[in-house]
């Protein structure tokens, strides 16, 4: 456990034990949902590499014009 993370708990001991709860499961919750994003992040991601390919052939061939996410 990191320094940071051990100040935070010892933090919220001070904290009624309703208060305590209600941080845990955001905790609890925010925990589940990173590690579902690192678990996403960590699968091939076969369709981003294909436009990522497809755009590149794209750009090469000048089949591109610059413009921005308002122009989309």
């Known amino acids: 456990m990191t320094s940071l993370l051990s100040k935070v708990l010892k ?5 009624s ?3 305590q709860n209600e941080i845990a499961e955001q905790l609890m ?3 589940k949902n990173e590690m579902q ?3 996403t ?3 091939p991601q076969k369709k ?3 436009l990522a390919k497809k755009a590149l052939r794209k750009s090469k061939l000048r089949e591109t014009r ?3 996410f ?3």
Do not use: F
């Open 66 to 68: 610059k413009g921005g």
């Open 70 to 72: 308002d122009e989309l």
């Open 17 to 19: 034990p309703e208060i």
């Open 48 to 50: 981003i590499d294909a």
């Open 29 to 31: 919750e925010d925990i």
């Open 41 to 43: 992040l960590s699968k």
């Open 37 to 39: 994003w690192q678990s």
């Open 11 to 15: 933090e919220a001991e001070k904290l």
